[in-house]
């Protein structure tokens, strides 16, 4: 996905009561990702290079 993307796919999770475990961040290996679990308590996570 795009950097933009992630975070609209972290509104649109949130919107939806998802938990998320870590908002958008710019990580220091050059993504952009948000961290969520899902409702068997696993934890996703969607990135972008930036």
């Given at each position: 996905?795009?950097?933009?993307?992630?975070?609209?796919?972290?509104?649109?999770?949130?919107?939806?009561g998802v938990e998320i475990l870590e908002p958008p961040t710019d990580q220091a290996r050059?993504?952009?990702?948000?961290?969520?679990?899902?409702?068997?308590?696993?934890?996703?996570?969607?990135?972008?290079?930036?």
């Open positions: 996905v795009l950097p933009d993307e992630v975070d609209v796919c972290h509104q649109r999770l949130a919107e939806r050059g993504h952009r990702t948000v961290y969520f679990s899902d409702p068997e308590g696993n934890i996703l996570e969607v990135y972008a290079e930036i």
